[in-house]
């Protein structure tokens, strides 16, 4: 299992530190998230830029931002931005995304689309977009939502077939299933009997999605992340240790109750829960 930190607020000079500092304290991935407006008294920075920034000041962990809604951004502006900072980082940006969540404003707020099926499918025309507009061959798209004559994007990622894309996947969804198949990682979450979305992923559920996706994966590893909080040593791993055995290939750090950079940088020094 790898451990990756989504540092979740604070200033963005101190974000930047926190990430170095996450390098250098043995993690193997640092996060942003990607946000417009989540309440009018927490900041909120841009991930393009942080990531950026994070890429100058790291030479080793996997960089991303969980998740890129992309139905409210424009799929060749990603394409430029994701290439941009793949090459910064010398190939180590991955793609979370998803629909969004919609108690950021900037859906609902500013006029874009919150019905959940047409959000669906401009994930998935968005998805489409990028993987061929990062081929660098002309490549032109006619769907339901985008449409644009052939053009090439150059230049390419440097990670080769593409840039890995992890994908917020609803077990035990079909078609959302179907969806994270196609490409590298699963983001889980796991429909209750009410209909609600959240809550931890029961270890059960998680070795039903390992065994469904390695029978569809081929020879590709589909990667497995989930996130949450957890105490330094010892205790954090015996917590990590059982999604780890029920497939799970990564844990993300996360404490979403705390935008406090100094908590965050505290966890970070403390070391992934990573058994000896």
């Not at 990531?51 to 100058?56: G, I």
């Not at 689309?113 to 990062?134: C, F, N, P, Q, Y």
């Amino acid at each position: 299992m790898k451990f990756g930190v989504i540092i979740t607020g604070g200033p963005v000079h101190g974000q930047v530190a926190a990430a170095q500092a996450a390098e250098q304290a043995g993690w193997d991935g640092v996060f942003t998230w990607d946000g417009i407006h989540v309440g009018d008294e927490i900041e909120v920075h841009d991930p393009w830029a942080l990531l950026a920034a994070f890429a100058m000041v790291t030479d080793r962990v996997r960089l991303g931002a969980i998740i890129h809604p992309l139905p409210r951004r424009k799929p060749w502006e990603v394409a430029r931005q994701s290439v941009t900072v793949d090459r910064l980082s010398d190939g180590r940006l991955v793609l979370p995304v998803g629909l969004g969540a919609l108690d950021d404003a900037g859906f609902g707020r500013v006029g874009e689309v919150t019905d959940r099926r047409t959000r669906a499918e401009r994930l998935d025309e968005s998805l489409e977009i990028l993987t061929g507009l990062w081929t660098g061959e002309p490549f032109g798209y006619s769907g339901r939502h985008y449409r644009f004559e052939p053009m090439a994007f150059r230049p390419t990622p440097i990670q080769q077939p593409r840039i890995p894309i992890w994908v917020v996947g609803v077990w035990p969804s079909e078609r959302s299933m179907n969806r994270v198949a196609r490409y590298d990682g699963l983001l889980p979450s796991v429909r209750a009997a009410d209909g609600s979305l959240d809550g931890p992923i029961p270890l059960d559920a998680l070795s039903e999605m390992r065994a469904w996706l390695d029978e569809r994966s081929g020879e590709r590893t589909i990667e497995i992340v989930l996130e949450g909080t957890t105490e330094p040593g010892d205790a954090g791993a015996a917590t990590v240790q059982p999604y780890a055995e029920a497939g799970a290939t990564w844990w993300l750090e996360a404490d979403w109750s705390s935008f406090d950079i100094t908590a965050t940088r505290k966890r970070i020094e403390a070391g992934p829960p990573r058994s000896d």
